[in-house]
């Protein structure tokens, strides 16, 4: 009874910094007019959602930009259980960017197929929401909360395609791995809660030291934890979803799960082992040595084998995945700034990469309506600029050095060799015969690409709509702009600063 | 740590209760039906082995299907059901809250609403 008085007595409203949570808002607001206008416009007009859909993130953006130039960087509300810090700003920006382009590559697709429009810009926009939220989050409720409202809309996204068996298959098989990893995440959530006796990351962060009597119930907390975002980021063992879901959904999705869907689960796995498990490295560091050993070695294998575009670039972006999760290995240890600076820099990098890699996809099989690699062939004899524009992307997931790819691979590298210990070196070496193995499937679509017939003959030019030409256009300029000023990137990777993490 | 220097064998042991209490929840209900099917007499009529429906006579297979329309008022049921646990406790302190408690509320029924609009104009409302 008296805790009840007490607390009756106390309440304050919380001071709520609007200027932080501006970006939240607007899409909030956003994909509630995307909603209302979608359930009370005619067919004929449906295409007004797309535009509102560009212009509600391109809205969110803007206070991303002024939080981001004001000078006190760091904004902490609800106790710190959310918090705007330098690192959530850029990956923020990345979201909200990224969100526009898969904007742009969808909207002709939406338009031609005869599916529910509106739905999409709405759940779109409702998973972008999740991710931008899980920037922030820096408590395990509002950690769980972000993850599953960035998830949920994906799972039917993945499934928009109502009609089509292999659509189905892929949210099915999406959506049921995805509740089996929150159920294992939640368990270790509990645990952590039981131990820490809070559910603010930092709190956590002081009582987790696999030290004392609830040091083993501590190690199964850390590894539930990770477990349950490997799923996310589709780290092997846990990474048997992402092909089958890749190839079913519809293309676009495909390109929105695998860039902003995989980062977002990154950010959150670096925000927990930063800021709730630094003092938790003994477990988890071996633990994610062996995920990226074997992320990228299994991804890079199975990719040679596929004859399937989409299928390929599936496991081409689990064995990316390894090399995000490479520098993650040592990022307890005296590496940590550089790899979590390696971890933002290859997340960019890599979403410019494979957004227009998808953009060139999606152009290709307007016309061939297929996705073999075989239908590919002699496309630089009758679509040029799609082909050079594929080479590049290709070139630059592979990381040749001019380009963006090689940035990303560089800044990872860095960091396994500032860590400077026998099992980075391993995991290095791993890496970089990995780098090797990945250009054989890459250059053989290259190869399809420039010395190819062309099937059937079949020389009709590419119809590539406008939006479609604007996302090939900002993601080829990413592309190369990030490569050849490496400085661009390499800053937002330094300016980057997590609050909290370390234990400091 | 806050539990003590035994903390590992304490955590240990309560649930080493759990299971003991498991195994004894197992022997017993055996123990109970092992003697019961001795002293009971054995005679299996029809009406006995009928599958046990609160006293109704059950009707088709275990696996019968079920109308799918009835899934939209489940989740309707949810959007009111979430709406009223949360008013419920607010109401109650309304005056506590003051403003910034109605205003919150106004913008938490306003997102289930827009479920219910969306239910509305997609004429699920509607029985076909």
Redesign the interface.
């Known amino acids: 009874m008296s805790l009840v008085a007490s607390s009756?007595a106390a309440?304050t409203?919380?001071v709520i910094d609007y200027h932080a949570l501006a970006p939240e808002i607007v899409l909030a607001v956003g994909l509630?007019v995307v909603?209302?206008v979608d359930?009370?416009t005619a067919e004929r007009n449906k295409w007004l959602l797309s535009v509102l859909t560009g212009f509600t993130l391109l809205g969110a953006t803007l206070p991303v930009l002024t939080l981001a130039i004001h000078d006190d960087s760091v904004r902490s509300l609800f106790e710190g259980r959310y918090v705007v810090d330098e690192f959530s700003l850029v990956m923020k920006g990345l979201f909200l960017l990224a969100g526009y382009v898969i904007v742009l590559l969808s909207s002709a697709y939406v338009e031609e197929g005869d599916y529910w429009r509106g739905e999409y810009w709405f759940l779109l926009l409702t998973s972008l929401l999740g991710m931008v939220m899980m920037s922030s989050s820096r408590d395990l409720v509002s950690v769980f909360v972000a993850l599953e409202f960035l998830s949920i809309p994906a799972y039917m996204l993945a499934a928009w395609r109502k009609r089509d068996l292999r659509s189905n298959e892929a949210g099915v098989k999406y959506f049921l791995l995805g509740v089996f990893a929150s159920a294992v995440m939640l368990y270790g959530m509990s645990l952590l809660y039981g131990v820490a006796n809070s559910t603010l990351l930092v709190d956590i962060g002081e009582s987790i030291d696999l030290d004392?009597?609830?040091a083993?119930?501590q190690a199964l907390a850390v590894v539930f934890v990770v477990v349950g975002f490997a799923f996310k980021v589709s780290a092997v063992p846990f990474h048997t979803w992402a092909p089958d879901t890749y190839e079913g959904a519809p293309t676009p999705v495909t390109a929105f799960l695998s860039v902003a869907s995989k980062a977002a689960g990154f950010i959150a796995l670096v925000v927990v082992l930063l800021t709730a498990f630094p003092a938790g490295r003994d477990v988890w560091q071996p633990f994610v040595w062996v995920l990226s050993a074997l992320t990228m070695t299994i991804g890079n294998v199975f990719a040679l084998r596929q004859t399937n575009l989409v299928r390929m670039i599936a496991y081409s972006s689990v064995s990316q995945g390894g090399f995000v999760l490479m520098p993650l290995a040592v990022a307890g240890g005296a590496a940590g700034d550089a790899a979590l600076r390696a971890v933002v820099v290859y997340l960019v990098v890599y979403a410019a990469t494979n957004l227009g890699m998808f953009g060139v996809i999606l152009a290709v099989s307007r016309k061939t309506r297929s996705s073999d690699i075989a239908s590919l062939g002699g496309l630089f004899s009758y679509a040029p600029a799609l082909g050079v524009l594929l080479t590049i992307f290709l070139a630059s997931l592979a990381g040749i050095p001019p380009l963006g790819g090689w940035i990303g691979k560089f800044a990872a590298f860095q960091a396994l060799l500032t860590d400077a210990t026998p099992w980075a070196y391993v995991l290095a070496v791993i890496g970089a015969v990995n780098s090797v193995i990945a250009f054989g499937y890459y250059g053989n679509v290259m190869r399809e690409v420039w010395m190819r017939p062309v099937p059937h003959g079949d020389n009709t030019p590419i119809v590539t709509p406008s939006s479609l030409q604007i996302a090939l256009g900002i993601t080829a300029v990413a592309t190369l702009v990030l490569g050849i000023l490496p400085g661009v990137v390499l800053h937002f990777g330094d300016i980057a600063n997590l609050v909290g993490a370390f234990g400091g | 740590m806050s539990v003590g220097e035994s903390g590992v064998s304490e955590f240990l042991r309560s649930y080493l209760t759990v299971g003991w209490f498991g195994i004894a929840a197992v022997v017993l209900a055996g123990l109970l039906l092992w003697v019961a099917s001795l002293v009971r007499p054995s005679r299996p009529g029809h009406e006995k082995l009928l599958t046990y429906e609160s006293g109704v006579d059950p009707v088709g297979e275990g696996w019968s299907q079920s109308q799918v329309r009835y899934y939209i008022f489940a989740l309707l049921f949810v959007v009111f059901d979430v709406e009223a646990v949360f008013i419920f406790p607010w109401a109650t302190q309304l005056e506590r809250y003051g403003t910034f408690g109605l205003v919150e509320m106004g913008v938490f029924v306003f997102v289930l609403l827009l479920g219910l609009v969306y239910a509305w104009r997609k004429g699920v409302l509607r029985w076909v």
Request: aromatic content about 22%; overall charge negative; charged content about 5%.
């Open positions: 009756a309440w409203a919380p509630s909603l209302l359930l009370f004392g009597d609830f083993a119930v």
